[in-house]
């Protein structure tokens, strides 16, 4: 989502097609004889190419290693999308091309994992004949029983939800790993209900995972090597560990768990004071849920990163109020504002979807004027996609004509370049400090990183490696990103 992992996150389209190239080897502690071949490719969020790590790491526990070549491979795991139609039309084409290979090798599996499996369940058996395996988000421990039941000449499917699994104790096999920077899954699911998204339909309840076995895996990363983690939920700000189980419950628990519980300022803090010199980042935030705690946490340690992913969606109140955003547009100001007292040096971006049930020029206005008040430094533009079973698709009208939806998506999109690059231009003259996460793609004598804004930094590699914290004068700018040569 592959200089980093969080440039593909935060700066691609969220649903180009990425392939994750997997190492030859694992750090199974298991000797297999006769491993078979594993091939994934993601799709989606960050969240996905997390999980797609944790299925790494049950396959490999299973006897399976894996390859970067499709055409090698004895299983195919596609961890799939479900948030926009194009998402899963995506994933349909893919489908047809994995004709062929089926054709090569009559004893393929094909298993498609993740959102799109749990949204249309064993629909996708029978719409897509190709299909022999469907696990939704929850039921990836079931994988390698579900490979054998195909294996006995069955079609497998496991979409079950679960109110406590986190994988809290699965240790991800770090995949097509930079070695810089790594994803750590803090919660799964979702209780928002926005009307407009799948999400907690196709990845149930919100459940945190426990708070020790995060800071354990952060230690872990830090021990190996690693410089940066992104802590990864549909909702990070609500993490609340206090035991297990939705959240949903923590009304009901006793006072003794109550006072135990760990919020996730608090989580925050234990995170980056595992090493002071690692990069702490975290996405997403609901502009709800964030609060003073985890602002004046963010400001105290100067290892947690100074970005905030918040998603506005839309401008006009009457349409959050519709999209059941539970916040206004003067709300949302009012939050970005305090985030910039607090820490002015903080970067915002956001993601906005044109077109939604019943939007007027007049709505989109307010969209383009609420970019403009908040000079957001990114964000990603979508146009809205119904899906069935939202409150949205059920109790509302999807009125905006294909046309308009583009035509001010264009606008949208026309604006954040010029916000961005106006953002950029403010680092002219300024060293910022850069973690290198890899080569740039135009040279191999520039090295890429970001800062702790966030911001794409390009300059020459010089002495300096992938892994180094380096200080870089900014001298000029693109709307992507920074361009200037290392100072000491
Ligand atoms: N149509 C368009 N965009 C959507 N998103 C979620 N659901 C939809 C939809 N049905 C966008 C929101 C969200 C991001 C992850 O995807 O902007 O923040
Ligand atoms: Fe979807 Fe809203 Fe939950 Fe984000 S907060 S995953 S947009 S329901």
């Known amino acids: 989502m592959v200089a980093s992992k969080y440039a593909i996150f935060l700066f691609l389209p969220k649903f180009a097609i990425l392939i994750m190239h997997l190492p030859e080897t694992i750090n199974s502690p298991i000797i297999h004889t006769n491993l078979r071949q594993l091939y994934i490719e993601s799709y989606g969020c960050a969240m996905n190419f997390s999980d797609s790590e944790i299925i790494g790491s049950i396959m490999a526990e299973h006897g399976f290693e894996f390859t970067n070549d499709e055409f090698n491979a004895d299983v195919i795991f596609l961890n799939t999308c479900a948030i926009r139609d194009n998402a899963e039309q995506k994933i349909r084409d893919r489908l047809k091309h994995l004709r062929g290979n089926k054709k090569k090798n009559k004893e393929l599996i094909i298993g498609v994992l993740g959102c799109m499996a749990e949204r249309l369940k064993s629909k996708l058996l029978e719409e897509e004949k190709l299909v022999d395996l469907v696990a939704g988000p929850d039921a990836y421990r079931d994988l390698p029983k579900l490979v054998a039941e195909v294996e006995d000449g069955n079609k497998a499917i496991n979409v079950l939800l679960s109110r406590e699994e986190t994988y809290a104790e699965i240790s991800p096999l770090r995949l097509n790993t930079n070695g810089i920077s790594a994803f750590v899954s803090i919660m799964r699911g ?10 907690p339909f196709t990845r149930g309840r919100e459940r945190s995972r426990d708070a020790e076995s995060i800071v354990n895996e952060v ?7 690693y410089k940066e983690v992104i802590l990864l939920g549909q909702n990070v700000d609500s993490y609340l560990w206090f035991g297990g189980g939705p959240k949903v419950e923590f009304k009901n628990a006793s006072e003794d768990v109550k006072a135990n519980a760990v919020t996730f300022d608090q989580l925050l803090e234990m995170v980056a004071l595992v090493n002071p010199s690692m990069r702490i980042r975290f996405s997403t935030s609901h502009p709800k849920d964030i609060s003073d705690e985890v602002l004046f946490t963010m400001k105290k340690y100067d ?6 992913h918040l998603p506005a969606q839309s401008g006009s109140t009457r349409l959050l109020e519709a999209m059941n955003r539970t916040y206004s547009r003067e709300w949302y100001m009012e939050k970005h504002r305090r985030i910039l007292e607090i820490m002015p040096d903080c970067s915002i971006s956001c993601d906005i979807i044109s077109g939604f049930c019943s939007e007027t020029d007049e709505d989109h206005k307010e969209t383009l004027s609420l970019m403009e008040a908040c000079q957001f430094e990114f964000s990603y533009m979508y146009k809205y996609s119904e899906r069935p079973g939202t409150l949205a698709a059920k109790k509302m009208t999807d ?3 294909e046309e308009i939806k583009s035509s001010r998506l264009t606008e949208i999109i026309y604006l954040q370049s010029k916000l961005s690059l106006e953002n950029n231009k403010s680092y002219i003259g300024k060293t910022v400090r850069v973690l290198a996460d890899g080569l740039s793609k135009k040279s191999d004598l520039d090295l890429t990183g970001r800062n702790e804004q966030n911001a794409k930094v390009v300059f020459p590699k010089s002495t300096y490696n992938i892994g180094d914290f380096v200080d870089v004068l900014i001298e ?3 709307t992507t990103s920074l361009i200037g040569i290392a100072v000491d």
């Not at 230690?219 to 090597?225: I, N, P, Q, R």
């Not at 290892?303 to 905030?308: D, L």
């Open 190 to 199: 979702c209780d928002n209900m926005c009307s407009f998204c799948v999400v």
């Open 219 to 225: 230690k872990v990363l830090s021990d190996s090597g």
């Open 303 to 308: 290892n947690i990163c100074k970005h905030i």
């Open 399 to 401: 009125d905006v004509p």
């Open 476 to 478: 000029r700018v693109t």
